[in-house]
T-cell receptor, first 114, second 115 residues
Framework: AQSVTQLDSQVPVFEEAPVELRCNYS??????LFWYVQYPNQGLQLLLK????STLVKGINGFEAEFNKSQTSFHLRKPSVHISDTAEYFC????????????WGAGTKLIIKP | DAGVTQSPTHLIKTRGQQVTLRCSPK?????VSWYQQALGQGPQFIFQ???????QRGNFPDRFSGHQFPNYSSELNVNALLLGDSALYLC??????????????FGPGTRLTVL
């Protein structure tokens, strides 16, 4: 069965500093990978996705992620964060062996310090 | 183009009651999925509807049921509410393109509180 692990429940970082949010998954088949953002009291918004092709994926708001098949990871990065990036970030995976349903990580709260 | 809409925004119920949550999918989408997101956790898949039938189901009891209408909108019903059913309920819609991943678009959610 698939699972998704987000290694940090909270990541505090100073404004304008770089950030990396970590995501590892377990699956024995080819996967599709996603990062979603959830602002306080709102629904989920897709940041970026990996379906195939280049392993470096660029998303909205200056975020990017790199798919590493050997490490089964899909870490999210941003070179310089802004106060408006304060939110919870969820990694999710979809694959044939789960009938393409999204399996979610527990989320990482990104806390921007002024 | 309206995205996914959900109603109501907030709901307060007491234990044992029944609740119905509603979802209208994004224009052009034919598939609706429902998720439960407890506080501090990631979403958990409840079920998915396509062509007015439940196509897939997660690990939720029969107290959770649903319906999809001919216009693709959907309802989630929860009977005999428990305190543990308090959560944000998210609806996501997608366009079925066959046996592969179909990108899901999420609504803002309905916050259910069970007292």
């Amino acid at each position: 069965a698939q699972s998704v692990t987000q290694l940090d429940s909270q990541v505090p970082v100073f404004e304008e500093a770089p950030v990396e949010l970590r995501c590892n998954y377990s699956s024995s088949v080819s996967v599709y990978l996603f990062w979603y953002v959830q602002y306080p009291n709102q629904g989920l918004q897709l940041l970026l996705k990996y379906l195939s092709g280049s392993t470096l994926v660029k998303g909205i708001n200056g975020f990017e992620a790199e798919f590493n098949k050997s490490q089964t990871s899909f870490h999210l990065r941003k070179p310089s964060v802004h106060i408006s990036d304060t939110a919870e970030y969820f990694c999710a995976v979809s694959a044939l062996d789960s009938n393409y349903q999204l399996i979610w990580g527990a989320g990482t709260k990104l806390i921007i310090k002024p | 183009d309206a995205g996914v809409t959900q109603s109501p925004t907030h709901l307060i119920k007491t234990r044992g009651q029944q609740v119905t949550l509603r979802c209208s999918p994004k224009s052009g989408h034919d598939t609706v999925s429902w998720y439960q997101q407890a506080l501090g956790q990631g979403p958990q898949f409840i079920f998915q509807y396509y062509e007015e039938e439940e196509r897939q189901r997660g690990n939720f009891p029969d107290r959770f049921s649903g319906h999809q209408f001919p216009n693709y909108s959907s309802e989630l019903n929860v009977n005999a509410l428990l305190l543990g059913d308090s959560a944000l309920y998210l609806c996501a819609s997608s366009l079925d393109r066959g046996e592969s991943y179909n990108e899901q678009f999420f609504g803002p959610g309905t916050r259910l509180t069970v007292l």
